[in-house]
C-alpha cells in the first residue's frame, strides 16, 4: 500500500535524523515485549517494524500472550521485560490486589478504542426502547435503561443475565459496569471473601479472553460483552451481534491500555527504558499524523498472523475513523482510536485514580481510603518523569516537535465535563472520595461489602 508523498518524506528524514542521534548507553538491549491480539497493541508492532526500536540500539521481540493473566505472571517472574497491559493491571499488582509485584507504567497507549457489543436476540428485546432519530436508525449514546427491562424479564423467568469482560481489574469491566450502573442495573459487588464480582449483581460478568469473546456469545454462553477492538466488529461482520455503545461515547477520550514494566527492570536499567519509551512515543506520533493518514498501513500490519490476525476490513472498521453498529448502520467517530492527540500517551495520574476509584467503588478495595492515598498511590505506578525526560531527547534528536507534549502538566487533567461522560457526572482526579460519593451506584464513603449485601 502507497503512502503519501509527504508521509513518506516525513519518515525517511525522522530516520535519517535518529541515525544521526546519539544512542543512549542501554544496560540491555534483547527485549521481549508481550501483547494481546487488539488493536491498542499497535504501537508495539509499528515500533518493531518501521525500526524504531532498531533505531535505539534495541533489539526486541514481540510475543502474543494466551490471557491477561498470563501476561503478567510474564513480566513479574521476568519472562517478558514489560509488555501492553491493562491499565488496571499494574495498579491492581502494586496494591496487592491479585498478584502482589510492583509494576510501573511510564507510557499511556491509547485513548479509547471499546465497545459493548449484544446479542442479536438481546438487540432486538432493547429496541423497543431505544429513543430513534428522523431517519429511523437509534440514537446515540445508547442508555443501559434500554437493557434494563430486557434484564427484568429474564430475571422473572429465572435466567441468569451473563455478560462477558475481559478481566477483573480490566478497563472492559469497570467500563461494562459504569454503563450498567449509569441505566439503572447492579453489576455486583467483590468482597475478599467473594471474588466473582457478582454479589448483589442484576448482570452477572465474567472472564472471557478477548479473541473469544464473539464465539462465547453465539454459543449463548454469554448475552453480550465488553472488548477492544476488533472484537466489536467481527461480530457485525460474522452477523450475530450488535455494538450498542463505544466507550467514546460512554467517555470520551477516556484512557486504555499501558505499557508495563516492573520497577525493578526500569531502576536496574534506566537508559534502556528511556529508550523504549522514546521508540513508543515515535510509533504513536506516526500512527495519529497528517490527520490518520497512515492508518491504512497500521490495519495491514495489525492483520498480520503474528499480530491481531483479523481480517484487514474488520481492522479497518474502527481503525480508520468509522463504526459499524448494526450492519450497515455505520457511524463516523474519528476519535475511536487515538494514539498520540490529546496527549494520549502521557501517564496522567488522573487517570490511575479513576482506575483506583472503581476498585474501590465495586469492593476491590474493601475498605475507604484517603484522597492522599489515591494520589500516593498514582505516583508509585505512573511516571510521567520518564516519559518527558524521553519526549526531550526525541525533541533534541529532532524527532518529535516541542509543542507536542504536556511539560508544564502536575500530573492531572482538568476535570472531566458532564457533557464528556454518559451519566452526566463530573470527574475530578484530585477529589476521588467526593467523586466516588457523586456516583448513585457503587461503594461510598465507609460502607464496605459484608456477606451478600453493602452495609455502612
Given at each position: 500500500?502507497?503512502?503519501?508523498?509527504?508521509?513518506?518524506?516525513?519518515?525517511?528524514?525522522?530516520?535519517?535524523?535518529?541515525?544521526?542521534?546519539?544512542?543512549?548507553?542501554?544496560?540491555?538491549d534483547e527485549l521481549k515485549f508481550g501483547f494481546i491480539k487488539l488493536t491498542d497493541m499497535a504501537p508495539?508492532?509499528?515500533?518493531?517494524?518501521?525500526?524504531?526500536?532498531?533505531?535505539?540500539?534495541?533489539?526486541?521481540?514481540?510475543?502474543?500472550?494466551?490471557?491477561?493473566?498470563?501476561?503478567?505472571?510474564?513480566?513479574?517472574?521476568?519472562?517478558?521485560?514489560?509488555?501492553?497491559?491493562?491499565?488496571?493491571?499494574?495498579?491492581?499488582?502494586?496494591?496487592?490486589?491479585?498478584?502482589?509485584?510492583?509494576?510501573?507504567?511510564?507510557?499511556?497507549?491509547?485513548?479509547?478504542?471499546?465497545?459493548?457489543?449484544?446479542?442479536?436476540?438481546?438487540?432486538?428485546?432493547?429496541?423497543?426502547?431505544?429513543?430513534?432519530?428522523?431517519?429511523?436508525?437509534?440514537?446515540?449514546?445508547?442508555?443501559?435503561?434500554?437493557?434494563?427491562?430486557?434484564?427484568?424479564?429474564?430475571?422473572?423467568?429465572?435466567?441468569?443475565?451473563?455478560?462477558?469482560?475481559?478481566?477483573?481489574?480490566?478497563?472492559?469491566?469497570?467500563?461494562?459496569?459504569?454503563?450498567?450502573?449509569?441505566?439503572?442495573?447492579?453489576?455486583?459487588?467483590?468482597?475478599?471473601?467473594?471474588?466473582?464480582?457478582?454479589?448483589?449483581?442484576?448482570?452477572?460478568?465474567?472472564?472471557?479472553?478477548?479473541?473469544?469473546?464473539?464465539?462465547?456469545?453465539?454459543?449463548?454462553?454469554?448475552?453480550?460483552?465488553?472488548?477492544?477492538?476488533p472484537w466489536n466488529q467481527q461480530a457485525v461482520f460474522k452477523g450475530i451481534g450488535v455494538p450498542v455503545i463505544t466507550d467514546y461515547q460512554l467517555w470520551k477520550n477516556?484512557?486504555?491500555?499501558?505499557?508495563?514494566?516492573?520497577?525493578?527492570?526500569?531502576?536496574?536499567?534506566?537508559?534502556?527504558?528511556?529508550?523504549?519509551?522514546?521508540?513508543?512515543?515515535?510509533?504513536?506520533?506516526?500512527?495519529?499524523?497528517?490527520?490518520?493518514?497512515?492508518?491504512?498501513?497500521?490495519?495491514?500490519?495489525?492483520?498480520?498472523?503474528?499480530?491481531?490476525?483479523?481480517?484487514?476490513?474488520?481492522?479497518?472498521?474502527?481503525?480508520?475513523?468509522?463504526?459499524?453498529?448494526?450492519?450497515?448502520?455505520?457511524?463516523?467517530?474519528?476519535?475511536?482510536?487515538?494514539?498520540?492527540?490529546?496527549?494520549?500517551?502521557?501517564?496522567?495520574?488522573?487517570?490511575?485514580?479513576?482506575?483506583?476509584?472503581?476498585?474501590?467503588?465495586?469492593?476491590?478495595?474493601?475498605?475507604?481510603?484517603?484522597?492522599?492515598?489515591?494520589?500516593?498511590?498514582?505516583?508509585?505506578?505512573?511516571?510521567?518523569?520518564?516519559?518527558?525526560?524521553?519526549?526531550?531527547?526525541?525533541?533534541?534528536?529532532?524527532?518529535?516537535?516541542?509543542?507536542?507534549?504536556?511539560?508544564?502538566?502536575?500530573?492531572?487533567?482538568?476535570?472531566?465535563?458532564?457533557?464528556?461522560?454518559?451519566?452526566?457526572?463530573?470527574?475530578?482526579?484530585?477529589?476521588?472520595?467526593?467523586?466516588?460519593?457523586?456516583?448513585?451506584?457503587?461503594?461510598?464513603?465507609?460502607?464496605?461489602?459484608?456477606?451478600?449485601?453493602?452495609?455502612?
Amino acid at each position: 500500500m502507497n503512502k503519501p508523498l509527504s508521509t513518506v518524506t516525513v519518515i525517511a528524514g525522522m530516520l535519517a535524523s535518529a541515525a544521526s542521534a546519539e544512542l543512549l548507553d542501554l544496560e540491555k538491549d534483547e527485549l521481549k515485549f508481550g501483547f494481546i491480539k487488539l488493536t491498542d497493541m499497535a504501537p508495539l508492532a509499528v515500533a518493531y517494524e518501521n525500526g524504531y526500536f532498531e533505531d535505539e540500539g534495541l533489539f526486541v521481540t514481540l510475543e502474543a500472550q494466551a490471557n491477561w493473566k498470563v501476561l503478567l505472571d510474564g513480566v513479574i517472574d521476568g519472562q517478558l521485560d514489560g509488555a501492553h497491559m491493562l491499565a488496571g493491571q499494574p495498579l491492581a499488582a502494586t496494591i496487592g490486589y491479585g498478584t502482589e509485584a510492583h509494576i510501573i507504567t511510564p507510557f499511556s497507549m491509547d485513548l479509547n478504542g471499546n465497545g459493548i457489543t449484544v446479542s442479536n436476540e438481546i438487540w432486538d428485546q432493547m429496541k423497543p426502547h431505544v429513543p430513534l432519530m428522523d431517519d429511523g436508525r437509534p440514537q446515540h449514546p445508547i442508555s443501559a435503561s434500554s437493557l434494563k427491562p430486557v434484564v427484568e424479564d429474564y430475571k422473572d423467568q429465572g435466567i441468569p443475565f451473563n455478560m462477558g469482560m475481559v478481566f477483573p481489574v480490566s478497563t472492559h469491566n469497570y467500563e461494562l459496569r459504569y454503563w450498567l450502573a449509569a441505566g439503572g442495573l447492579e453489576p455486583g459487588y467483590y468482597s475478599p471473601e467473594n471474588i466473582s464480582g457478582q454479589i448483589g449483581a442484576d448482570v452477572l460478568l465474567s472472564v472471557t479472553p478477548p479473541p473469544q469473546m464473539p464465539a462465547t456469545m453465539e454459543a449463548g454462553t454469554i448475552f453480550g460483552y465488553c472488548v477492544g477492538e476488533p472484537w466489536n466488529q467481527q461480530a457485525v461482520f460474522k452477523g450475530i451481534g450488535v455494538p450498542v455503545i463505544t466507550d467514546y461515547q460512554l467517555w470520551k477520550n477516556n484512557p486504555e491500555k499501558v505499557f508495563g514494566l516492573s520497577a525493578e527492570f526500569a531502576e536496574e536499567n534506566p537508559n534502556t527504558t528511556l529508550a523504549i519509551t522514546k521508540a513508543l512515543i515515535r510509533a504513536a506520533i506516526w500512527l495519529d499524523e497528517n490527520e490518520n493518514a497512515n492508518r491504512p498501513d497500521a490495519v495491514e500490519i495489525l492483520s498480520r498472523s503474528e499480530y491481531v490476525g483479523a481480517d484487514y476490513d474488520v481492522i479497518a472498521n474502527s481503525m480508520t475513523g468509522t463504526f459499524e453498529f448494526e450492519k450497515g448502520d455505520k457511524r463516523e467517530i474519528p476519535d475511536f482510536n487515538v494514539f498520540f492527540r490529546y496527549n494520549a500517551t502521557y501517564p496522567y495520574y488522573s487517570d490511575a485514580i479513576w482506575y483506583l476509584t472503581q476498585m474501590r467503588r465495586w469492593g476491590q478495595i474493601p475498605e475507604a481510603k484517603s484522597d492522599e492515598w489515591y494520589f500516593e498511590t498514582a505516583k508509585e505506578v505512573y511516571k510521567p518523569s520518564i516519559y518527558l525526560e524521553a519526549a526531550r531527547l526525541l525533541v533534541d534528536d529532532g524527532l518529535a516537535n516541542e509543542v507536542d507534549f504536556p511539560w508544564d502538566s502536575d500530573g492531572f487533567k482538568a476535570p472531566t465535563p458532564t457533557e464528556d461522560i454518559i451519566d452526566g457526572i463530573a470527574y475530578d482526579g484530585k477529589a476521588p472520595n467526593a467523586y466516588l460519593d457523586s456516583l448513585p451506584i457503587g461503594l461510598k464513603g465507609e460502607q464496605k461489602v459484608v456477606g451478600n449485601e453493602v452495609q455502612g
